[in-house]
């Protein structure tokens, strides 16, 4: 069942119930206050013809209470009584004296008596209701009984007919009632409704839907929530989407990658089993499979240092910051001497809490970006000084530089600015990619600078829990 029909007929059964108790006890308690009347009414009346026969009765001898005097007596009573609803009985003993109606009840009162000199009951005879009360009188060592007996069966009737007129009543205010609740309901429901359809939408593909939030109610909240959980799962799904597409494209490139020299090393392998060559040309083709073959073995050992920067966890220890860009000049010393690359660096003493190869290569890779970008001659500066955040190493070139928009792009795997100057410097795109990898390792951060024609600025800043002064 919708939840929709759910609140209406709760509703519904609410006021029904609610209605019929509530009915119900107010009849109920008109009919006993009407009904404690009569018989508070009742009673009054008897006691009087009670108060008003004895004292009569005893106004008169012993020898004049004959059963003809006591009849007389008694009618002479009851008609200037006032109310001349009730029929009475006088009854000495067993023996009924008088009666002012033809109509006999029988009853057990007489004998329910007791010690109490008066009593009532609620009688039933015919289908009708009647009002009994009995009083006992004692004169004169005899017992007299007066009864009376009124015809109560109007106020059954009224209770009847008030019950039948709230029935009416009822029926009518539900069906207004279920009118209203159905407006009402419906009007509470829509904003669920259409957050499921909402969901629906969502979840058939169309991930730009969103709720409408109208209020700030309950309903309102889940509208909210509902929007930042879509929100939130777009983002992810976009980010698995360009993780996909970022894995597809480095697949794509490492396969174009290993393509290009493989071609070289196959081609110029086949020529020398192939055909007779002079010794000038076997050289030539030797050189070129040698440097394709040096290509791969340097893309096969960057790819590995990826992975293993990925999938280990290491130990971090203090390294002095000098003895470390020591071990990286050297590194790279004989790659600068073959184009005459002059390296000026300025490192102050302190110390680095971090993983000696994974440095060396870190800084060994930003060397070697700015030697590719440098013609011969050109000038690299390597400085390293403390800084309030921590420790800050600064790798700088008067190099090529980069354009603005190239920038961010720079640390995708196999990304090159210049891909045939990459190719001839031996790169694959991959140096810069490794190196974000190692800055991530260490909770580093870095920052790139570059302007076309004037060369580019990178510096690496580690923090306090990784830089102590030596």
Known sequence: MKFFWKIFFAFIALMTVGFSVFGMLIVSQSFRNSLEKEIEEGNRENRMFQMAFEINMNSLSENYRTEKVVRDLTESLIGNLDNQEYAYRLYRGQDLIYESSQEQLEHELFDQL??????????ESGGQKFLIFVCKSMMSGRVYYLESVKNISSLYEERDALYAQYRIMMLSLIVASSIIVFILTHFLTRSVIKLSDTTRQFARGDYEVRAD?????????????????????????????????????????????????????IGYADMLRTMDMSREETMEASHYIYSQ???????SFKLLELIVTKNQDYQMKPLAVTELMEEVKIAVSKALEKKQIILHDKVEEGTLRGEKDLLISLFTNLIDNSRKALPEGGKIWLGGRKVKNGYEIRVKDNGCGMPREELDKITEAFYMVDKSRSRKEGGAGLGMTLCRRIVEVHKAKWYIRSEQGKGTEIWVVFPKEAAHEK
Do not use: W
């Open 114 to 123: 007791g010690e109490n000199n008066c009593i009532y009951q609620v009688f």
């Open 213 to 265: 939030v109208r209020s700030e109610d309950e309903i309102g909240t889940l509208a909210k929530d509902f929007n930042q959980m879509a929100e939130n799962l777009n983002q992810k799904m976009e980010e698995l989407t360009m993780a996909a597409q970022k894995q597809e494209d480095f697949t794509a490139s490492f396969a174009h990658e290993l393509k290009t020299p493989l071609t070289s090393i």
């Open 293 to 299: 073959g040096k290509r791969l073995e340097s893309l």
